[in-house]
């Protein structure tokens, strides 16, 4: 059975940081792409990065590049999403999932390997 578990979401003021960390278990992760995706209130879950297998492609929505860092610790089944200069259009809940990952966009795969999320919350 898959697990996937976010957590390292919290409320903090604009320009602040916070890094988001996503565990999954069940799967063989290194097998997969995975990415962040993240849903604000009243609107639809929207992919904003994803890192290749290796680690060594990445993709970020233009909502997020220049801020927010992906990187994955394949032997700790872990993804990471380091996000700086947070804005308080970033407040949603944070959820990552098995994706298809190319170098301009992220798909989440059709297995609903979702966890609970993890809400993030910027204040002005």
């Known amino acids: 059975q898959v697990q996937v578990v976010e957590s390292g979401g919290g409320s903090v003021q604009a320009g602040e940081s916070l890094r988001l960390s996503c565990t999954v278990s069940g799967l063989d992760f290194d097998d997969f792409a995975v990415g962040w995706f993240r849903q604000a209130p009243g609107k639809e879950r929207d992919g904003i990065s994803c890192?290749?297998?290796?680690?060594?492609?990445?993709y970020y929505a233009s909502s997020v590049e220049g801020r927010f860092t992906i990187s994955r610790d394949n032997a700790k089944n872990t993804l990471y999403l380091l996000m700086n200069g947070l804005k308080p259009e970033d407040t949603a809940m944070y959820y990552c999932?098995?994706?298809?990952?190319?170098?301009?966009?992220?798909?989440?795969?059709?297995?609903?390997?979702w966890g609970q999320g993890t809400q993030v919350t910027v204040s002005s």
């Open positions: 999932t098995v994706v298809s990952c190319s170098s301009t966009s992220v798909v989440a795969l059709d297995f609903g390997y």
């Open positions: 890192i290749g297998r290796s680690g060594r492609s990445t």
